[in-house]
């Protein structure tokens, strides 16, 4: 049987990522994360939607998208649909 964990270049969507978070929050597994790693109380830097948000609000929104609402969800959603294709994140 061959190692499915291989392919370590894989991009998923980012809604794929966001799904993933909140139902891993929803069935406790911040808990069970904090439990066997022992994270800190406080840790972007190992937390997926800070990951997320930070390319998000730091790196692909654009400088004037917060000007109005308008232009803020209409930025969003370019990200949202097109992540994966032009918005990527490596995580390796």
Known sequence: MDDPRVERTKQQKLIELITIAIWAVICGAATWIITIFELPDYSP????????????????????????????????????????????????
């Open 45 to 92: 830097q190992l937390n997926l939607i800070e990951i997320i948000w930070r390319f998000i609000k730091d790196e692909w929104m654009e400088i004037d998208a917060d000007n109005s609402l308008k232009s803020f969800v209409a930025s969003g959603e370019t990200i949202l649909r097109e992540f994966g294709e032009n918005y990527v994140i490596n995580l390796v």
